[in-house]
């Protein structure tokens, strides 16, 4: 993976990497120790019940009964004023800004934490590719050639093989498929390894999952996940949140929430007059 620090990190360079590298870059210097601390607390707090929350490509942890050693945490916006900062990092903007368009959006933050002794997930690609194991559900012709998603891990513990780092195929992004038992994944896997406040940022077309933690500490990031402004997001964001804080967002928080891009639309409502088209 190509690591970059915050201060000299070149977008166009990121931009190049994802769409035609490796497809993941690892970025240090984004987060304070302090900002890591803070998360972390709010996700274990979160977490510390094994209350069932939807999760995903776990179906041979479900199978084995080892579902409560991996916990999501949903919805991290309502949950603690550190996530959006987090989500709204102005290098982060800028970044996604240069690779999902202008006014791309955000359709998910969540924590995965994985125990001691917890599952690693099926090889897979993001939302909205998640399901492209039913390819003929998408539209023909459907490729990798722009992207539909970004994927944002913020480590909020070490990342190490042991602990089950996140998994990835380099340049698995430019062919767009859903991995099979055939392309020999978990013997041909890099890992997006590094320390609590690092940022592992991919293309979600890119092959990845998470990795079963064989180390004697927890395994947590934040995944914050971003689309093109017409995406339907995955999380409803908006419908979670208290209005006043719908109604006191920052510029980006607004954007990142979809609030600036207004379809689906009842146009017989809206209001009259053109409003689209360059003049
Ligand atoms: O937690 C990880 O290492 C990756 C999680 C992931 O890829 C997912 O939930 O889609
Ligand atoms: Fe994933």
């Known amino acids: 993976m190509k690591r970059f620090k ?27 120790p302090e900002e890591i601390a803070e998360a972390r607390s709010i996700v274990m707090e979160y977490s510390e019940q094994a209350a069932e929350k939807v999760t995903h490509f776990q179906g041979a942890a479900q199978e084995e009964g080892k579902l409560n050693l991996q916990r999501r945490v949903w919805n991290l916006l ?35 934490r994985i125990l001691p002794g917890g599952p690693g997930q099926e090889p897979h690609v993001d939302y909205p ?16 050639s722009f992207p539909m ?31 099979t038992s055939e392309d020999r994944f978990f013997e041909r896997c890099e890992r997006m390894t590094g320390e609590p406040g690092d940022v592992a940022l991919f293309y979600g077309a890119t092959w990845h999952c998470a990795m079963p933690n064989r180390a004697d500490h927890d395994r947590s990031a934040i995944l914050i996940q971003y689309l093109p402004k017409w995406v339907k997001p995955m999380e409803d964001m ?22 600036n891009y207004p379809y689906p639309e009842v146009l017989d409502a809206a209001k009259a007059g053109n409003t689209e088209g360059r003049q």
């Open 149 to 179: 998603n970004a994927q944002v891990s913020i480590l909020l513990d070490p990342f190490t093989e042991e602990s089950g780092a996140t998994g990835y195929l380099p340049g698995s992004q430019k062919e767009l498929r859903y991995p």
């Open 78 to 112: 309502a949950k603690g004023a550190i996530f959006e900062r987090m989500a709204t990092h102005p290098k982060l903007m800028e970044i996604l800004r240069a690779f999902l368009g202008t006014e791309f959006i955000m359709g998910s933050i969540a924590a995965n």
């Open 6 to 32: 915050a201060e000299t990190a070149i977008v166009s360079e990121i931009v190049e990497e994802l769409l035609h590298g490796g497809g993941a870059v690892g970025i240090s210097g984004l987060f304070t």
């Open 238 to 259: 908006p419908a979670a949140l208290p209005q006043s804080v719908i109604d006191e967002a920052h510029p980006d928080l607004r954007q990142l929430l979809g609030l």
């Open 129 to 144: 590719y998640w399901d492209f194991h039913k390819p003929n559900t998408h539209p023909v012709g459907l490729n990798a």
